[in-house]
């Protein structure tokens, strides 16, 4: 019930495409949902988050859509250019707790 | 204005040995959390320190422990090393906001730690 499940596991995308990243969670009480970025070397780094108040967030070129009947959450990255490549996480979790569940990640390469 | 500082940036142990990992903080921040992120995969919480005491703990053993001074700096212990044990462990630190405790997570880039 802890789990969130994120996919792909890698995405290849032409530049200026746009990237789409799923993730879906069990734990009806989760009521933060960040999506960081990685890239090689580093710490993750926060992107964009959204409660589930909110279906849709838009920050920039990167958007989230969220639809708390279907328990799912995905992130758009419009325009996608190489410097986006990355590993992208989504996480989940409890703004009364301390701690977030992290999907495995979503290998991003973005093609010139 | 210095993010989240972690040391060292490689560690290399054998089995059965003990670790230290160290972190300071973002500026302003008073939150720490420990993560683990093993090759290929997403963190994992460890544990979360605020005002000195462990508030809230993932699913790891007690050879994982913690501290956290009055400066907000903390350590991670790692005792008994095991080879499952490797992995980048991170720190985050974030400023306590009542019941909000998922304030945004600011990551230090991580302590290698590799056990032979």
């Known amino acids: 019930q802890q789990q969130v499940k994120q996919s792909p596991q890698s995405l290849i995308v032409q530049k200026g495409g746009i990237s789409i990243i799923n993730c879906a969670y069990e734990n009806t009480a989760f009521d933060y949902f960040p999506w960081y970025q990685q890239f090689p070397g580093k710490g993750p780094a926060l992107l964009i988050a959204i409660r589930p108040d909110v279906s849709e967030k838009k920050e920039g070129r990167f958007t989230i859509s969220f639809n708390k009947s279907a328990k799912q959450f995905s992130l758009h990255i419009m325009d996608s250019q190489p410097g986006d490549s990355a590993t992208y996480f989504c996480?989940?979790?409890?703004?009364?707790?301390?701690?977030?569940?992290f999907g495995k990640g979503t290998k991003l390469s973005v093609k010139p | 204005d210095a993010g989240v500082t972690q040391s060292p940036t490689h560690l290399i142990k054998t089995r059965g040995q003990q670790v230290t990992l160290r972190c300071s903080p973002k500026?302003?921040?008073?939150?720490v959390s420990w993560y683990q992120q093993a090759l290929g995969q997403g963190p994992q919480f460890i544990f979360q320190y605020y005002e000195e005491e462990e508030r809230q703990r993932g699913n790891f053993p007690d050879r994982f422990s913690g501290h956290q001074f009055p400066n907000y700096s903390s350590e991670l212990n790692v005792n008994a090393l095991l080879l499952g044990d490797s992995a980048l462990y991170l720190c985050?630190?974030?400023?306590?906001?009542?019941?909000?405790?998922?304030?945004?997570?600011?990551f230090g880039n991580g302590t290698r730690l590799t056990v032979t």
């Open positions: 500026s302003g921040h008073d939150t």
């Open positions: 996480a989940a979790g409890e703004r009364s707790q301390g701690n977030l569940i």
């Open positions: 985050a630190s974030s400023v306590y906001q009542g019941a909000n405790y998922n304030s945004p997570l600011h």
